[in-house]
């Protein structure tokens, strides 16, 4: 940071082309886990990316800084004298220094991954210029006559004493509710049903028996039919759907050979036209009406219950058929008043639940009581269970901008494409966004109520006027200036007729709306070019930035969308605490306590495990899976070690051999290196980082490790320092080491940076990154041959391996190798790969590198006439054609002649320079020049 290279790569002028990614803000609570390390560090692949491709790149970290969780941290954190005395100002002031002491140890922990980001100005939601433009957003969209305050039912959190937006709920497996089967006893009944006036009940089930009290009506689906069923047991005459006739009878529990017996059927909309019910509790008659296609015949009785103070679906029906909006729940989930005294002040979770289910029971109109094991909302913050409740709210209506919503999506790229679908089908289907929360803690809705009549004032003066005190204030003047400095000036006299909304914004609305608060309040592209998150956001923040930005400025805030998915323990199974099996980015970087058991990885290890795993699916991560990538990092390092070593005394302004004048062995190497780059680049440029990785890590391993640095050593190490063959060698080091370098550079800058620093020659600039991406464009060069000699080195390093375990040879050097082939292609290329029979100080047939002796690591090369006289003195040592790769019979056995004590060749020329005893001419010759 102190070279503020970041820094200068995003404020270069001379950059004309711009990457916006913008970051999806964690939620400023408790330490960083693994999955935000995940997200954090792709981000920084791709930045780091971009920047190498010569674009201007400016990244702001950013965090969620209000709500519930936060609030709740605080005041948990005090006395309960000290809560009871709390005034909404203090509050909000412990819960913003709680923030952002927050956030700079996650700040400090996402350095640490190596993140690359403006992490002196990063956003916070609770920054007054974030909470102005997000103002702005809402002002917009009110001008626009998309907001509007109602009295519907909404997900409500009793725990939270709040109302809930769909993404703030979770459904944890293994919730079970008490639902009941009960029994409406018919008032007046529709024509198709005069028969059976005075004795007929309405079959209904629920599984949230504590909505009974509010219970104005039953729906059916015109469409469906219903049957008149008399049952054998005592529950008298019933109405049920007719495809449900045998459920109930299961529920019901009748004996064997009871049934329950068909006497009539009808249509939905015949039982529909006129008939009423006796509400089993209270003196109320309410209609049998028709409901929607929400009611089919998969569960219950094909007769829906109808608490329009309860349900969405009620709601609508109710809406319908003009029906009174009764909710008899307080904001703790108790019954009020309006539930009866018998039920008054009873917990509708606990008590009221089982009050109702018995006062059922009592009346006789309880026909089964039957739990029930299903999905159920939770709040995702307190854990516990959430109910559906009328109350005044404000509403984003979706309904106003869906279509346009819907068009937006479709100008997205969606990666993956999956990822369309689900927030299509999610925009598609949601109800009108309840935006208000009963909170302290938040971003205040700008809204004035008349004292006498309760009359909103929301206009465009009265926003801006908020707005603009928010910007230079923060949002706590809401809370401490009076209604009349609030107000504007030309409605000042009127203050005493206002009062202040109290209910503050669903922070959604807040994240939401960031591409107003940072893209474009800090001028950076928009719409951004690439959201990247958690595959739960198509119903978190992706929807509400969509339907923010949409809703204001018409047009989608981001042009791609990438989603990864959630991290997994070693097992797949889920990641909690309590079981003990998640893993620690930062104890992955430094280290546990017993540094034996639990060693320091550095960052670059944890950042090639995220390059590692396909992230657009669910990714496993645990020791051992660590272990395993710390040894890919140590072949990367290890690799790059040899290629620094090897190129110490090199200068690339005067050593550097012409491409042209180099051997085959080093044409073809650079091939396969241009093959690489594309391969790499490719992976990059479509977020695909595990082919990047994948293709560096067999790079290194196959092509270079295994192969051409194998080769190459006896070129590195034995040749004179200024031999053509050395140069040439260390031309393609050099070329191949600054590539890998940038490529690498992205996923592990801390190596790439190492490399750049240890390059034993000048550079044209301090850091990796301020040089460009990798180039090359050297042309495949005899790619089909040299594929053939490398088949033709795994029978060889077979054969070596046999001779090798009977003690025929030691070391690769010790061995004479004669190879038979029937193919005339591959004789042809053999021969021409063949050097001199001896050792010599200046080579005749060939130039010592495209030279079989050197390819294959063997003292001696000959090509027999025959499989037999390949297999010749090689006692269980060969490798027959059939049972190779390259088609050959190779015959291994020990040398001939003396072992040079310099290069650990055989030949019979050893002491034959008397002034060097020991050694082969072609040693002798580079000793002599010393």
């Not at 469906?224 to 069923?229: A, D, G, I, R, T």
């Not at 198509?538 to 930035?545: A, L, V």
């Not at 090509?863 to 090689?874: N, T």
Request: net charge negative; with cysteine.
């Amino acid at each position: 940071r102190t070279e503020r290279i970041y820094q200068s790569l995003y404020e270069d002028e001379e950059k004309t082309e711009t990457f916006t990614l913008h970051d999806g803000p964690p939620y400023a609570n408790g330490d960083l886990h693994i999955g935000h390390a995940l997200n954090k560090i792709l981000k920084d692949f791709i930045n780091r990316y971009n920047m190498q491709q010569g674009k201007s790149v400016k990244f702001v970290p950013g965090w969620d800084t209000h709500g519930l969780p936060i609030e709740l941290k605080v005041l948990q954190s005090m006395k309960s004298s000290e809560r009871k005395d709390m005034t909404p100002i203090q509050l909000r002031k412990k819960a913003a220094a709680f923030a952002k002491e927050t956030v700079e140890k996650q700040s400090a922990s996402f350095q640490r991954y190596g993140v690359w980001a403006d992490w002196d100005s990063p956003y916070l939601t609770l920054q007054p210029e974030y909470e102005a433009a997000q103002i702005d957003v809402f002002g917009k969209m009110v001008l626009k006559g998309h907001i509007y305050r109602g009295f519907k039912p909404v997900n409500w959190s009793p725990s939270s004493r709040t109302a809930l937006a769909e993404a703030e709920l979770e459904y944890p497996e293994g919730h079970i509710s008490q639902s009941i089967y009960v029994g409406f006893d018919v008032v007046e009944t529709a024509p198709c049903l005069a028969a059976y006036s005075g004795d007929l009940r309405i079959a209904i089930w629920t599984t949230t028996p504590w909505t009974i009290p509010a219970n104005l009506a039953v729906a059916v689906n015109e469409r469906l039919e219903y049957s008149v069923v008399e049952s054998p047991a005592g529950h008298g005459k019933l109405l049920v759907a007719k495809e449900l006739v045998g459920n109930l009878a299961a529920k019901l529990g009748l004996e064997e050979g009871q049934e329950l017996t068909v006497l009539d059927t009808f249509t939905g909309a015949e039982v529909a036209a006129g008939t009423t019910y006796q509400h089993p509790l209270f003196e109320r008659k309410s209609p049998v009406v028709i409901g929607g296609e929400y009611i089919t015949t998969e569960s219950g009785t094909g007769l829906v219950h109808t608490a329009p103070g309860h349900g969405q679906e009620d709601y609508q029906t109710g809406l319908k058929y003009g029906l009174p909006l009764l909710s008899p729940v307080d904001d703790g989930g108790r019954f009020t008043e309006e539930a009866g005294a018998q039920f008054e002040g009873k917990n509708v979770l606990g008590d009221g639940n089982t009050a109702v289910i018995e006062a059922l029971q009592e009346c006789g109109a309880l026909l089964k009581q039957d739990p029930y094991n299903h999905k159920y909302p939770y709040d995702w913050r307190t854990k516990k269970p959430t109910i559906f409740r009328a109350t005044d709210q404000w509403f984003a209506s979706v309904d106003n901008f869906r279509e346009e919503a819907m068009a937006a999506i479709d100008t997205v790229k969606w990666t993956p494409e999956f990822g369309k679908n689900r927030i299509s089908a999610m925009t598609s289907s949601r109800s009108d966004w309840c935006i208000s929360r009963q909170r302290t803690w938040g971003v205040p809705i700008p809204v004035f109520y008349h004292k006498e009549t309760g009359e909103a004032l929301m206009t465009e003066q009265s926003i801006n006027r908020v707005r603009d005190l928010v910007r230079e204030h923060g949002s706590d003047c809401w809370f401490e200036m009076e209604v009349a400095d609030l107000l504007p000036e030309s409605m000042r006299g009127e203050a005493d007729s206002w009062e202040k909304g109290k209910d503050t914004m669903d922070v959604w609305f807040d994240s939401g709306s960031s591409w107003s608060g940072v893209v474009s309040e800090r001028g950076l592209s928009l719409p951004a070019d690439l959201y990247l998150e958690g595959s739960d956001q198509h119903r978190g923040w992706f929807q509400s930035s969509l339907l923010t930005s949409v809703a204001s400025e018409g047009v989608a805030p981001y042009k791609h969308v990438l989603t990864h998915g959630f991290v997994l323990d070693e097992k797949g199974m889920k990641m909690s605490k309590s079981i003990g099996n998640t893993v620690d980015p930062l104890q992955v970087i430094e280290g546990g306590n017993n540094k034996k058991k639990d060693p320091a990885y550095g960052a670059d290890v944890l950042r090639l495990w995220v390059s590692s795993v396909d992230y657009t699916t669910d990714v496993c991560v645990g020791p051992n899976i660590i272990k395993q990538v710390f040894e890919s990092y140590r072949r990367l390092r290890n690799t790059a070690r040899y290629l620094i070593g090897n190129l110490f005394d090199f200068d690339p302004t005067v050593h550097t051999v012409e491409y042209d004048e180099l051997p085959d062995l080093d044409k073809y190497i650079l091939g396969k290196y241009t093959e690489l780059v594309a391969e790499v680049s490719d992976a990059f440029a479509n977020y695909q980082f595990f082919r990047a990785s994948q293709a560096l890590l067999r790079f290194a391993t196959a092509d270079l490790s295994s192969f051409y640095l194998d080769i190459a050593k006896d070129r590195l190490y034995i040749s004179a320092a200024d031999d053509a063959r050395r140069r040439s060698c260390q031309t393609v080091l050099h070329v191949i080491l600054e590539g890998m370098a940038k490529m690498m550079a992205p996923i592990l800058p801390h190596m790439a940076e190492d490399i750049w620093l240890n390059l034993p020659y000048d550079v044209p600039c301090k850091s990796v990154f301020q040089d460009g991406w990798a180039r090359a464009d050297y042309p495949p060069h005899q790619a089909e041959a040299w594929a053939k000699i490398l088949l033709l080195r795994d029978d060889v390093n077979k054969a070596m391996e046999l001779a090798r375990a009977q003690k025929t040879i030691g070391a690769s050097l010790d061995s004479r190798v004669r190879i038979h082939t029937e193919d005339a292609e591959l004789v042809a290329l053999l021969r021409s790969l063949m050097g001199d029979s001896e050792l010599k100080a200046a080579p005749e047939k060939s130039n010592s590198v495209d030279d079989l002796r050197f390819v294959l690591i063997a003292s001696q090369v000959e090509l027999a006439e025959s499989a037999e006289a390949a297999f010749e003195g090689c006692d269980g040592t060969t490798v027959a054609a059939a049972d190779g790769l390259s088609g050959c019979s190779v015959g291994v056995s020990k040398a001939a002649g003396a072992k040079c004590e310099r290069c650990w060749m055989y030949c019979s020329s050893v002491d034959s320079v008397e002034a060097l005893p020991g050694i082969c001419p072609r040693c002798a010759e580079v000793v002599a020049r010393k």
